[in-house]
């Protein structure tokens, strides 16, 4: 009796101590929000909200190099008429009982800057607020152009228990090769949150190096869903592979919207690796057309697949059959060998393999802009 009584005090503890934490952490990202959006909004009554009366903040001076200014103060700055242009995202965000720090980057247009800032917050009388402050310039570091990964939350095979998840070569490879040109990205899920990952390998250099990146992983495990995204934002989509593509991605109507928004109305690109090809063939241009007809296109082939295997029986379809049923030509090369398709503003490839060539091939075409 008595150690049973010991389990269910233990267990009690456990939930009260993850509800604590939940909470927190809306608290934290609350106050957060109510900067990120005051700034964006001008909003100097949600600014001051997301600051103690107190909160000191040290930012950048031509003349002096210990600048610092109150809340208000601060605040006082964005009674004026709202920034659309200014957008705010978070990198990073670690909680520590009742203090806070975050890791944030801000970016300004036009002209295009962009600044990193190092928040301190505290949890005092019950409510989250920013205590301190400090920004740096990072404008030369990044350019005006961001691409957003769709990938699907899925995390089995359909109705079956048997493992899905998102390719992490596909993440990391891709990722690896738009932040060294400057880019920015975003990723976004059919359901948000946390991505289901597959293939993770820590005997491969860029799967450890990312694996323990505080800002790629939180990316990754704060996935915005797609009513969270503004696609007037975005130069381009790509969509990331991993069996779980082949779930809930193709058949998403607000994901859809999306991709043909940055396609069409952005005159942006739309590209996909692997499996994640499975999320393009249901895509229509404005006529009616599919995104895919007369179209050349790649991605991972049936005839690669393990003929027979479970996995596999849990498919709504095939990527070839699809592309072909719409119109589209699908081609592929060699056996694990990298392999793209470019055509216009849609650019393909058939494995992970293809997808450094594939965000080079999609650099190219943006750099050209």
């Known amino acids: 009796m008595k150690t049973c009584l010991k389990y269910v005090l233990i267990l009690l503890c456990l939930i009260s101590s993850g509800h604590s934490l939940a909470s927190d952490k809306a608290g934290v990202l609350h106050a957060l929000n109510d900067y990120l959006q005051g700034t964006r909004e001008s909003d100097p009554v949600r600014i001051k909200n997301a600051f103690h009366p107190q909160a000191q903040l040290l930012l950048s001076h031509d003349t002096k190099p210990f600048w610092t200014v109150t809340a208000g103060q601060y605040a006082r700055w964005f009674d004026r008429q709202s920034d659309k242009q200014r957008q705010g995202k978070v990198l990073s965000l670690k909680i520590d009982g009742d203090i806070a720090m975050a890791r944030l980057k801000i970016t300004v247009a036009p002209p295009y800057k962009a600044y990193i800032d190092h928040i301190l917050l505290k949890q005092i009388a019950g409510k989250w607020q920013i205590v301190g402050k400090t920004a740096t310039d990072q404008t030369i570091q990044y350019q005006n152009k961001k691409i957003l990964f769709i990938a699907s939350s899925a995390s089995f095979h359909g109705d079956t228990e048997l493992p899905a998840g998102t390719s992490f070569s596909e993440l990391v490879y891709a990722y690896d090769t738009f932040i060294k040109a400057g880019y920015t990205v975003d990723f976004m899920s059919t359901r948000g949150g946390a991505l289901s990952l597959a293939y993770v390998n820590t005997s ?49 109507p607000q994901i859809q919207a999306i991709a043909m928004a940055v396609y069409e109305q952005n005159n942006g690109i739309i590209s996909a690796v692997c499996h994640g090809t499975a999320g393009i063939v249901n895509l229509k ?30 498919f709504p379809f095939f990527i070839g059959e699809r592309v072909k049923a719409r119109g589209g030509e699908f081609l592929h090369g060699e056996r694990n060998k990298p392999f793209v398709e470019i055509d216009g503003r849609l650019i393909t490839g058939q494995n992970y393999l293809s997808s450094v060539a594939v965000a080079e091939a999609m650099i190219e075409v943006l750099d050209k802009r």
């Open 204 to 252: 491969v250099p860029i799967h450890k190096q990312y694996l323990y990146d505080p800002e790629f992983m939180y990316a990754i495990g704060h996935s915005l869903a797609p009513e969270q995204v503004d696609a007037s934002q975005y130069h381009a989509v790509h969509y990331v592979g991993g069996s779980n593509a082949m779930y809930e991605v193709a058949e998403h």
């Open 285 to 314: 241009l404005k006529s009616g057309a599919y995104l895919v007809a007369n179209k050349r296109v790649s991605g991972y082939p049936e005839s690669f697949e393990r003929q027979g295997a479970p996995y596999l029986k849990a």
